[in-house]
């Protein structure tokens, strides 16, 4: 009767946790959640942070310069598959998300951090290596930007803020 008892109480234990370890773990498994708008760091269980210095994916713009109200496409390539990401373009002089993402690939929807369409992250959790994106400059003058990646290759691995080279507003004085 004892050892029922036990053997009860530890399937029960394990199913217990096995539902809320797979019930989080899917929560973000259609894109990253408000709160990592801010640092665009995952909130999984026990993620391990890897230096943007040592990634395999880039972010980068065919434009040196964009001026106000401008359609900006951004490519965000990699060596290897990932799972999950959050992009945004951020002001130089302080920090700030700008402007709205109006072009997704399939696989990706948008996120409203602080405006509108400012934030775009992974819809499923389909593997993913090569992205196009397109962003539009805020029609009045924000000053030059950077784009931000953030990409999950598996609900323990990821890398945070991986930054494009600045992009100038052009006609600055």
């Known amino acids: 009767m004892e050892d029922g008892g036990r053997a009860h109480t530890a399937i029960v234990g394990w199913a217990c946790t096995t539902l809320c370890l797979v019930s989080y773990a899917t929560a973000f498994s259609q894109g990253a959640s408000l709160s990592a708008c801010a640092d665009m760091m995952p909130r999984h269980l026990r993620v391990q942070l890897h230096s943007s210095n040592n990634n395999y994916v880039t972010v980068h713009t065919n434009m040196s310069f964009y001026f106000p109200g401008d359609k900006v496409p951004v490519t965000v390539r990699s060596t290897r598959d990932y799972m999950g990401f959050m992009l945004q373009a951020r002001k130089v002089s302080n920090n700030e998300i700008a402007g709205m993402f109006i072009f997704l690939p ?3 929807k948008l ?6 369409g400012d934030t775009v992250t992974h819809s499923d959790k389909s593997l993913k290596r090569n992205l196009s994106f397109i962003w539009k ?14 990409i999950v290759q598996s609900y323990f691995v990821y890398w945070a803020k991986i930054e494009s080279a600045v ?7």
Do not use: M, W, Y
């Not at 996120?111 to 509108?116: K, R």
């Not at 400059?137 to 930007?145: N, S």
């Not at 992009?167 to 004085?173: H, M, W």
């Open 167 to 173: 992009v100038a507003q052009g006609g600055q004085n």
């Open 137 to 150: 400059a805020p029609d009045q003058p924000i000053g030059d930007i950077k784009f931000f990646i953030s």
């Open 106 to 108: 399939p696989g990706s």
């Open 111 to 116: 996120l409203t951090c602080f405006e509108d």
